[in-house]
């Protein structure tokens, strides 16, 4: 498996609290993804950095934030976090040539 | 812009017969198409991919996928379902624009009867 490690990797929360979500790379990839899966929507781009800080968001970004200070951790963070929030949180990463590698998964609940 | 769509949320094959899960994309660009399978409780793994090469891209596990540019489908088929293929499958394509966001269909779920 390529190095990349996800923290937590399960997380239960109470609605309205921060929640802040780690990838961590041992690759020196330039791309890193988040996304969230859900049943009947697949997998769905939250946010994306394409090197050290520099991100973009995606289909669903809203209501997440990321930041990405050294090119091995892309952090997410739920500001306050919602029921709706709750899901499967994917990291993945890449290098120029497109292929994707992912993380193993966070399941994140939000009560 | 970029859209992908799986025809099919749930196939069921017997094992040992042939397997067929369908995706169809929309691209702007020449596109780069992907088909990811994820077992259960697992992350997710790359079959296979086409890049504007050979249009029958063959992957692991003996899967390939044909790209028909005529008909924007890039199905994936395997002549013989084994047990351990079931699982989901999503087809993926490419944004080329900065980042290569990739966009991803909705699944299908693989199931094989013994």
């Known amino acids: 498996d390529a190095g990349i490690t996800q923290s937590p990797r399960h997380k239960v929360t109470e609605t309205g609290t921060p929640v802040t979500l780690r990838c961590h790379q041992t690759e020196n990839h330039r791309y890193m993804y988040w996304y969230r899966q859900d049943p009947g929507h697949g997998l769905r781009l939250i946010h994306y950095?394409?090197?050290?800080?520099?991100?973009d968001k995606g289909e669903v970004s809203d209501g997440y934030s990321v930041s990405r200070s050294k090119t091995e951790d892309f952090l997410l963070t739920l500001e306050s976090a919602t029921s709706s929030q709750t899901s499967v949180y994917f990291c993945a990463i890449s290098a120029l040539n497109e292929k994707l590698f992912f993380g193993s998964g966070t399941q994140l609940s939000v009560l | 812009a970029q859209s992908v769509t799986q025809l099919d949320s749930h196939v069921s094959v017997s094992e040992g017969t042939p397997v067929l899960l369908r995706c169809n994309y929309s691209s702007s660009y020449s596109p780069s198409l992907f088909w990811y399978v994820q077992h259960p409780n697992k992350g997710l793994q790359l079959l296979l991919k086409?890049?504007?090469?050979?249009?029958l891209v063959k992957g692991i596990n003996g899967f390939e996928a044909e790209f028909k540019k005529s008909e924007t489908s890039f199905h994936l088929t395997k002549p013989s379902a084994h047990m351990s293929d079931a699982a989901e499958y999503f087809c993926?394509?490419?944004?080329?624009?900065?980042?290569?966001?990739?966009?991803f269909g909705q699944g299908t779920e693989l199931s094989v009867k013994p």
């Open positions: 086409y890049t504007s090469a050979a249009t």
């Open positions: 950095s394409y090197g050290v800080k520099d991100t």
């Open positions: 993926v394509v490419s944004a080329r624009e900065r980042g290569g966001k990739l966009i």
